[in-house]
């Protein structure tokens, strides 16, 4: 069987350089689990399930791709290096990704992706002289390194079952493969593989008689090794036998000098003359998954970074990076700081901090008001004090660099049903007087919603009967700028969107404004996952059959169904509004970016035509002081640059670069014209005042200009006059502009 070549060539852009330059995308991976290196004369390539990077031994420094520096996928499952020096990644889609270093150009194989296999991952890349063998979730693939054609693929070994998993290669006097059904190899060494018949298959059983996967095979003392989950097993004639290890995982098997190195989960094991040492061990919490040798240093793979272990010391290599592919819930503060909240059920990390530079991580072992890392929602309050909403522990209020974390204990808040201590608290919102609001997401005592005023009191809200008979799970809160709270109730006959007003008086409970709205009402679904306010205060809402709006929070009849038409059938996740109150809408099939009255879609991102790690977007945040969207989803962060930037105030510091502006013959150059106020006008003039064309901008506080005049003719060599004013010309603001016409 064989495959045909498809062949794509990307050129690796520099991010940043051209990083506040709108339309350009990065992604933000965890890279801690590195599954495999590969060294180099001068650095150490790593593949992990955030993509790959390569660490420079004289500059110690880190470079990384991911699919916005060109890879198919983040998850990376394979790296092996050819004799050229050209870096081969598999991954568990099934993309083979081929890094030339030389070029800075990958070269995106598809076979195998595209093929009509239900199962298609890359477990293992072996190279030998020109040849790259490959294992798959369904066989073995033979592939030239120098053209990418595919030689041959082999589906049948023996007698077993075709298209089996093959997980590991290993290539000695001949193929030796381990698979799902045993460890096969080739009885004619390196020819007529597609022949079953030429392939022996010895079976490798656990105690209890199921097959055991084979992570990685050698021969050593004459002796064919394989290593599984249940310890290294030696084959003896046509059978596999315990040989060292007998219940001990066994990740990977090396040889030097005679001496086996053997990987457990946090051990390295020699074994020479029958004699068996323990050489490194790793107390911090790090589990192990392959080794290489540097010299005399090993150089170990873990789920925590690359350990680089010499006889002094120890040196752990990992690039700066979020600590989770999670992405559960994410929001930037007034400053641009984006936050991360990362999981519950056990599988939190804390919280995220990312500053546009570096990540930190705040979790129990740095922060001592943390009783749990389950965080699962994060929210930013006018006044830029943050809340982190916990999976059982209440939540935490982050002011001022102080940590405060409130629970059952002097609060009234009460937990769910079963445990009245495990308060899972959902959301956590300001409103306009500065009085904190909670949304209790399962309260066994039907207490929705609660307020810790600014004078430090505790009040309790519930529904009467017939509105909210139960207890019922309580979600996504915001307030409008009535002071109406909003929120989601999900599962149950009260499914919708309910809403709430105290009138401002908390403690008298006689003057309250409860209501919900339904599908009764004119919502598309009562299965709501977002909502979202937007700059006219109208407020957004996201239905698994696309989005109401309610114009005037005031009056739940201004409800319409009719807006957002393009996305009437899509299940929303997500929503978020930049400065120019344009939607960004997460979804099941990717992203939308739609006009602020969701008339018009302006783009639809997905996973095939943008560096988005999935296209179930989870959250999304806007960083109004830079342009910046984040896309938050289960498998890595994204972000892209855009032209939704907060607008200055006034001109004062209105420019244009780069400058001079070199206008070429391609007609791709553009000039960015940046420190606009909001819906600023632009006029392009010559030197002695004549017009050159006029237009408006985008509404941010960028815009740009493509060196052309109103005729469409790019414009002479010469000095330009850029005026920019509002729409009422009561602020205008000049700057100059030198353009060179090659």
């Known amino acids: 069987m064989h495959f045909l070549r498809v062949n794509v060539i990307f050129l690796i852009i520099n991010y940043l350089t051209i990083a506040q330059t709108p339309g350009i995308w990065k992604n933000h991976t965890n890279m801690l689990d590195v599954k495999e290196t590969v060294l180099t004369e001068d650095g150490i390539w790593a593949a992990t399930g955030g993509g790959i990077y390569n660490y420079g031994f004289n500059t110690n420094s880190f470079l990384t791709f991911t699919k916005s520096e060109g890879l198919s996928s983040h998850s990376v499952t394979a790296i092996a ?6 870096i081969w990644i598999g991954t568990a889609p099934g993309y083979i990704n081929v890094y030339d270093p030389s070029t800075g150009n990958i070269i995106k194989i598809l076979e195998i992706y595209k093929s009509e296999k239900s199962k298609k991952q890359i477990n293992d890349i072996v190279i030998r002289n020109d040849t ?3 294992a798959t979730d369904f066989g073995l693939s033979l592939i030239d390194a120098n053209s990418f054609i595919f030689l041959e693929t082999i589906i049948k070994f023996g007698d077993l079952p075709a298209e089996i998993q093959v997980y590991s290669i290993y290539l000695k006097d001949r193929i030796y493969l381990g698979t799902s059904e045993g460890v096969v190899e080739s009885i004619n060494p390196f020819s007529n593989l597609a022949a079953p018949g030429n392939w022996r298959v010895t079976p490798l059983f656990s105690d209890n008689g199921t097959n055991l996967k084979i992570n990685s095979m050698i021969i050593f003392d004459n002796n064919l090794l394989a290593a599984t989950p249940e310890g290294i097993y030696k084959k003896a004639d046509t059978v596999f036998t315990g040989y060292i290890y007998p219940g ?5 098997m090396k040889i030097k000098n005679d001496t086996l190195y053997s990987v457990l989960l946090n051990t390295i094991h020699v074994r020479k003359n029958g004699y068996d040492e323990v050489i490194y061990r790793e107390a911090g919490g790090r589990f192990f998954e392959s080794l290489d040798f540097l010299s005399d240093d090993l150089i170990i793979s873990t789920t925590r970074g690359i350990l680089r ?9 990992t690039p700066d990076g979020p600590v989770t592919n999670t992405f559960l819930n994410i929001a930037t503060d007034n400053q641009g700081v984006l936050w991360v909240a990362t999981g519950r059920d056990n599988k939190g990390k804390g919280i995220l901090k990312f500053d546009g530079k570096t990540w930190s991580v705040f979790d129990k072992t740095n922060v001592p008001e943390f009783r749990t890392n389950d965080y699962h929602n994060v929210s930013v309050a006018p006044d830029n004090t943050l809340f982190f909403s916990s999976w059982g522990f209440g939540f935490t209020e982050y002011k001022n660099g102080k940590f405060t974390t409130y ?14 201590g495990f308060v899972v608290i959902y959301d956590v919102q300001k409103d306009s007087k500065g009085n904190t609001w909670i949304l209790n997401f399962w309260s066994a005592d039907q207490n929705v919603i609660s307020l810790h005023s600014t004078g430090g009191q505790w009040y309790h809200y519930k529904f009467g009967h017939p509105l909210f008979p139960s207890i019922a799970f309580a979600e996504g809160l915001l307030i409008d700028q009535y002071d109406t709270k909003w929120f989601i109730i999900t599962g149950g006959a009260e499914k919708g969107l309910y809403y709430f007003n105290e009138n401002g008086t908390p403690s008298d409970l006689t003057d309250d404004i409860w209501g919900k709205v339904t599908l009764k009402d004119g919502l598309r679904s009562d299965d709501i996952n977002a909502i979202a306010i937007d700059k006219r205060g109208e407020i957004i809402i996201g239905t698994q059959l696309g989005i109401n709006v309610i114009p005037d929070p005031q009056n739940i009849n201004s409800l319409r169904s009719d807006l957002f038409f393009g996305i009437r059938e899509q299940a929303i996740l997500s929503i978020a509004v930049d400065p120019l109150n344009n939607k960004w809408i997460g979804t099941t099939q990717g992203v939308f970016y ?6 018009r879609l302006f783009e639809h991102y997905d996973i095939s035509n943008s560096p988005l790690p999935s296209n179930t977007v989870k959250s999304i945040a806007v960083d109004s002081k830079r342009g910046i969207v984040y896309f938050g989803t289960e498998f890595g962060l994204a972000s892209l640059t855009t032209f939704g930037i907060r607008p200055n105030e006034d001109f004062s510091g209105l420019t244009a670069y780069p400058n001079p502006f070199v206008l070429g013959n391609n007609g791709n150059e553009t000039v960015m014209i940046d420190g606009l106020v909001q819906d600023s006008f632009i006029k392009i003039l010559s030197i002695d005042g004549n017009l050159i064309t006029k237009f408006p901008t985008f509404g ?8 052309r005049d109103s005729n469409g003719n790019p414009v002479s060599s010469g000095i330009y006059i850029v005026v920019a004013y509002d729409e009422e010309a009561n602020l205008v603001g000049k700057t100059k502009i030198a353009v060179i016409r090659k």
């Open 309 to 317: 272990v010499s006889a002094s010391d120890t040196l752990l290599i």
């Open 81 to 86: 290096k050819d004799n050229s020096g050209k």
């Open 700 to 707: 941010g506080r960028l815009t740009f200009w493509d060196g």
């Open 407 to 420: 629970d059952t204990t002097g609060t009234g808040l009460i937990g769910i049903p079963d445990n009245t």
């Open 248 to 252: 001990f995982a066994v990740y990977d």
């Open 132 to 134: 790259v063998f490959v």
């Open 594 to 599: 739609m006009s602020a009255d969701g008339s």
